[in-house]
């Protein structure tokens, strides 16, 4: 292995080229969140000087920020890819699940009818495992039912960097690249590298109001209720996701080196800090991996 | 410096869940949050402590019974090395578990409470670092607490270990007097144990070279995928992407693609960073030969005078990792080495080991899991394959149960008997 963030983006190289070969329609996940941005890069320069073979999709809950929607369309058309988009309005609209005040996991049924329709078998996305502590305990290459569902207790080993891609007409695999990056080592990689990012990760002025101790920003989307006072506030986010469930954090990061600064000093991690509806149990998000979330 | 993943073995009853929140608070790779959810998961089941190991069983089963069933990983860095812990269950009945997360691993710690010396569990977890190959091994005696910081008693489970470990492949055995619980000796130092002269466990964490552990000697490497753009700007590209396997590729090498034997020159060696004049072992880059052979994903690039066996019978240690299904010798098992795939048929289950005490036991059913045999296997294709003693990557395989998609066994290649 070779030191540093090269080391790292090797391992990720040798499983994003392992799907290309083992598997006949995978799509890769991007959201314009860090971690999709730079799988995404990864994977282009896994192919380079060929194209990506693989599909884009955007899973949208419709409750963006305008930054982000804007920067994933720029960030693409740049690398000459297209976009497919699972809308999670169009399941609404559908009839196949009823909204919710947070849309966030209600991207499971969107995600898994884009994946039927599409015939998708590996799907990668930029989980990490340091990220929380069900994912801690996912494999790289992590084996779906014809549900799309996970059964963490009946994980198929996985040794040495040997993996096993068996599957069956209808089931597919979830693929984590990055799976042993931490949030620093994204950052570091995205100054290395010079990557764009919504202009959201960094410092700005923000209309906020404090909600469950955490600092949501109000949008169309997320109105404060009676009692909840909104103020501007210097903040960035941390994480990148529904309007209506990403918090963010006060800063006053402007640029790369900021937030890298920030980053290594941080006491709280990226999830706690910015993410409702994680703090709803203490298996959250273990009981919707186990129906199909990312 | 290079990231350091070690695997922690052991059971809860050894400290280990204490030594690794030890590892992580001392270090403060703690997020508040991480603790916070710790404390309050403690408070309400009523515990008197804190019990970190909160912070690593991630899985709702694995909370309600208080056991951890599967390798977790965690992350921390200094500001000297970033690190990677695979905790792996310690119970017999995850043998399994303790294969996978020692197979990638640089390290090995094992805890030995210092109260009760070296046990089965101990001799179970060392032959399993011994025949996985792991390069480094960390003895720690833990609870030196309980036994007053005691050097002779320090150095009699040092002698009875060593006395043990003589039948076994250890390369770097380190032993390490520590209490997990009170912090001595884990990342700062002890009046305690002012007669221990070695290092902490962070600071050796922290300086064990690994640079060398890798095989620098063979070149290997095994052909993943072949990257044609099929574009005018690059209409005659055609490269051979993969992984060093072994040794170090250079640009005007000599090589030979096996099976084929055809030989060529590299005339490239391309990366996501641009061109390199050499490609070290571990480094995911895309080869360019002088001439235009038929090469394919499953194919390995060597150096004409040093080539792997090319063999189709094998002998193999082999751990049976299927908790539905056992050996069956009368079927076909898809095989996966390297980036070749093939078919495979175990043929004689010659001995299993038992892994408390290395005896060599006559087999008495079919294997089941966690069972760890010596095998014998014939492959519907030739393997390019080394010695697992001689490299981790060519010389390991897994098998596939075709009808379930099950990973069935994981093996480790033996030089053919003559």
């Known amino acids: 292995m070779r030191p540093g963030i090269t080391g790292l983006e090797d391992e990720a190289i040798s499983i994003i080229r392992e799907v290309a070969a083992c598997f006949e329609r995978p799509v890769i996940l991007f959201s314009g969140g860090k971690d999709s941005v730079v799988m995404l890069h990864v994977a282009v320069r896994a192919f380079a000087p060929a194209r990506l073979p693989f599909a884009v999709m955007h899973v949208d809950t419709g409750h963006n920020f305008p930054e ?83 059964d963490p207790k009946n994980q198929r080993p996985e040794l040495w960097n040997i993996y096993n891609t068996s599957h069956k007409q209808g089931e597919h695999f979830r693929v984590f690249p990055l799976s042993n990056w931490t949030e620093l080592d994204i950052w570091t990689f995205i100054k290395e590298h010079d990557i764009e990012l919504p202009s959201i990760y960094f410092a700005h002025k923000r209309r906020v109001f404090k909600r469950g101790g955490m600092l949501m920003a109000d949008t169309e989307f997320l109105r404060p209720e009676a009692g909840e006072d909104v103020y501007e506030e210097m903040v960035r986010f941390r994480t990148v996701g529904d309007a209506t469930c990403t918090a963010a954090v006060p800063s006053t990061a402007g640029g790369i080196d900021d937030v890298l600064a920030e980053t290594a000093v941080a006491r709280v991690t990226e999830r706690g800090a910015t993410r409702a509806d994680d703090k709803i149990s203490e298996a959250g998000m273990e009981d919707r991996k186990r129906q199909g979330y990312f | 410096m290079r990231q350091l993943r070690f695997a922690t073995v052991g059971s809860v009853d050894d400290g280990k869940s204490t030594l690794i929140g030890r590892l992580l608070y ?16 403690s408070k309400r089941r009523g515990d008197d402590y804190v019990d970190l190991s909160l912070l690593t069983d991630g899985l709702r089963a694995e909370r309600e019974q208080g056991i951890t069933i599967d390798v977790a990983h965690r992350y921390f860095a200094t500001p000297k090395r970033s690190f990677v812990i695979m905790d792996c269950p310690g119970h017999v009945q995850y043998t399994r578990n303790m294969v996978t997360g020692t197979s990638t691993a640089d390290l090995a710690i094992i805890l030995i409470d210092a109260r009760h010396g070296v046990v089965e569990q101990t001799r179970r977890h060392s032959i399993l670092t ?13 609870k030196m607490d309980l036994v007053d910081y005691s050097e002779d008693r320090f150095n009699q489970i040092r002698d009875d270990f060593e006395a043990f470990a003589s039948r076994l492949q250890l390369r770097d055995v380190t032993f390490l007097p520590i209490s997990a619980l009170k912090g001595d000796n884990v990342v700062e130092r ?43 700007e690059h209409h005659d590209y055609r490269g051979y992407a993969g992984t060093v396997a072994g040794g170090v590729l250079r640009v005007g090498d000599d090589i030979v693609v096996l099976p084929s034997g055809l030989s060529s020159r590299i005339t490239g060696i391309d990366s996501a960073d641009g061109p390199l004049e050499e490609a070290v072992p571990g480094s995911a880059v895309t080869i360019l030969l002088a001439d235009d052979l038929s090469v394919t994903r499953g194919d390995m690039i060597c150096r004409p005078n040093n080539r792997p066996r ?91 149960d075709e009808s379930t998609g099950a990973t069935a066994a994981a093996g480790m290649l033996l030089p053919p008997r003559e």
Not at chain 1, 123 to 145: I, P, T
Request: contains cysteine.
């Open chain 1, 68 to 150: 982000v929607i804007d920067f994933r369309d720029r960030c693409l058309a740049g690398l000459g890819l297209n976009l497919t988009v699972a809308s999670v309005q169009a399941a609404i609209d559908a009839g196949k699940v009823a909204d919710a005040p947070s849309r966030n996991p209600l991207q499971t049924v969107a995600l898994l009818d884009a994946i039927a329709e599409n015939k998708f078998d590996a799907v990668l996305g930029g989980a990490r495992r340091d990220e929380e502590r069900a994912r801690a305990k996912e494999r790289v290459f992590s084996h779906r039912d014809t549900f799309g569902q996970w």
């Open chain 2, 130 to 142: 011994s025949l996985l190959g792991v390069p480094h091994l960390v003895v720690c005696v833990n």
């Open chain 2, 26 to 41: 001392d270090s403060k790779s703690i997020f508040e949050d991480q603790l916070e959810h710790v404390e309050a998961v």
């Open chain 2, 190 to 232: 002890s009046d305690d144990l002012k007669w221990f002269e070695g290092p902490t466990l962070l600071h050796h964490l922290e300086n064990v070279y690994t640079a060398s552990d890798e095989n620098k000697i063979d070149v290997r490497f095994p052909v993943q995928y072949v990257i044609r753009p099929r574009t005018a």
């Open chain 2, 310 to 400: 090319v063999i189709q019978d094998h002998d193999a240690m082999l751990c049976w990792l299927d908790s539905n299904a056992q050996l069956n010798p009368a079927k076909l098992y898809t095989l996966k080495h390297t980036t070749r795939s093939t078919r495979a048929k175990i043929g004689e289950v010659r001995y299993v080991l038992d892994i408390s005490d290395l005896h060599r036991k006559t087999p008495e059913g079919p294997l089941s899991m966690n069972d760890i045999a010596r095998v014998t296997v014939h492959t519907a294709e030739p393997l390019l394959r080394d010695d697992y003693e001689h490299n981790r990557v060519t010389g390991s395989f897994i098998l596939v």
